[in-house]
């Protein structure tokens, strides 16, 4: 193992989605990572399903695989005595521990913000629920598609106001996940000068408010309420899904420049009337769209791209994932890895999204470990244990 963190361990309570994805990242960068578990059953994505895969005796989530890469898995029940003195050495030898109960079931277990740093004065603890920890709806369970609904993302999201739309990935929990290693990660930084740990707390409601963007400021600072509208960028034109002759691209006229390089290739007068400027473009959206479809009308894709690339205005087709996964450009970031799974042998998964100095691989480790069995690692983690113990 090598990496940033290291030396660090964490111990990761969570589970479904937003902890475990804070954990992979920490494990990402090199950290140890045990994943306390249930026993019989484990995380509940490793029951999220379909696609299953492997053996029809011992079928793997997808879904589990995606979230639980450099971790190791022992299992504990924490409502036994065996449970929680386990959990109490894992504490005292920890550096992290991240939870994503609801508010006040750590409390209930035994293990209070007091009594964790009691046993280990210098653990971080990653606190992440679904609407906070406190305030009035302190206490609600959270789940993506509420906090995404609540949060106002989905008013945000879709072809128009009265069709909101989830995004299509769980990205509350994985936005929480990210916020949360954020401050784990700084919280470890700062104990590097105290010596002391502290509670780093998050949840969906945040980590969705915390990316409206200009969306909130649209509505903080002008007092306008932000809509979905679909594929256009509210606030540049023209930015968004566009037609041709054989499919759909999309292009990105971030500047005055840009629209003027794009409008004089494609025979539009880059300064006719509600053109001129942005502000102009956007508030005659329908019209400039409308000529730029036209003009796309009759080239195909390929040949709109190479275009576009010569002017300099960026542009892209819409990929599905298949041709995400099998495009060279994506496997030369190290954005696939190849791991040895216990159970299905040799597959591949997607990487972590880093990528430190010029190393080929991606994440600060060179081997990434498999998402592991449910209690794969309960004899050896409990080994590692006792030697802490001895010391």
Not at 121 to 142: K, M, N
Not at 171 to 187: F, N, P
Request: glycine share 14%; charged share 20%; hydrophobic share 35%.
């Amino acid at each position: 193992m090598s990496g940033p963190l290291d030396g660090t361990t964490v111990i990761d309570l969570s589970r479904a989605l937003a902890g475990p994805h804070a954990g992979m990242m920490l494990g990402d960068m090199g950290a140890r990572v045990i994943k306390v578990e249930t026993p019989g059953t484990g995380d509940d994505t490793r029951g999220w399903g379909p696609p299953f895969v492997g053996p029809d005796d011992e079928p793997i989530s997808t879904y589990f695989l995606s979230c639980n890469r450099n971790k190791e898995s022992v299992t504990l029940d924490l409502k036994s005595d065996d449970g929680r003195e386990t959990l109490t050495r894992l504490v005292r030898h920890g550096d992290v521990l991240i939870e994503n109960f609801r508010p006040g079931v750590l409390d209930r277990l035994g293990f209070t913000v007091e009594r964790l740093h009691e046993v280990n004065p210098g653990l971080v603890v990653l606190s992440i629920s679904g609407f906070g920890h406190d305030g009035p709806q302190g206490g609600r369970a959270g789940y993506d598609q509420i906090a995404q609904g609540e949060a106002g993302l989905m008013s945000l999201t879709g072809p128009s106001p009265d069709q909101p739309t989830r995004v299509g990935v769980p990205i509350g929990d994985l936005l929480a996940g990210m916020y949360g290693a954020y401050g784990v990660v700084a919280a470890l930084h700062e104990r590097n000068r105290t010596g002391k740990g502290r509670v780093v707390r998050t949840s969906l409601l945040a980590a969705i408010v915390g990316v409206h963007a200009f969306q909130g400021t649209r509505y903080t600072v002008a007092g306008e309420v932000g809509h979905a509208q679909g594929n256009h960028h509210p606030s540049i034109t023209p930015y968004g899904l566009f037609d041709c002759k054989d499919g759909k691209l999309q292009i990105a006229c971030g500047s005055e420049g840009l629209w003027v390089k794009l409008a004089t290739a494609f025979g539009i007068d880059p300064a006719a009337p509600g053109m001129a400027t942005n502000r102009e473009r956007v508030a005659h959206r329908d019209e400039v769209n409308a000529a730029v479809n036209a003009a796309f009308a009759d080239r195909t894709l390929a040949e709109l791209l190479v275009t576009l690339d010569e002017i300099g205005v960026p542009a892209g087709e819409v990929r599905t994932l298949d041709r995400v996964y099998d495009w060279d450009q994506t496997r030369s970031q190290g954005l696939v890895l190849d791991i040895d799974h216990p159970v299905l042998g040799p597959i591949e998964i997607p990487g972590p999204p880093i990528r430190l100095d010029d190393n080929a691989y991606a994440g600060g480790r060179p081997d990434h470990l498999p998402p592991p069995a449910l209690g794969q690692h309960n004899e050896s983690v409990r080994a590692w244990l006792d030697e802490q113990d001895a010391r």
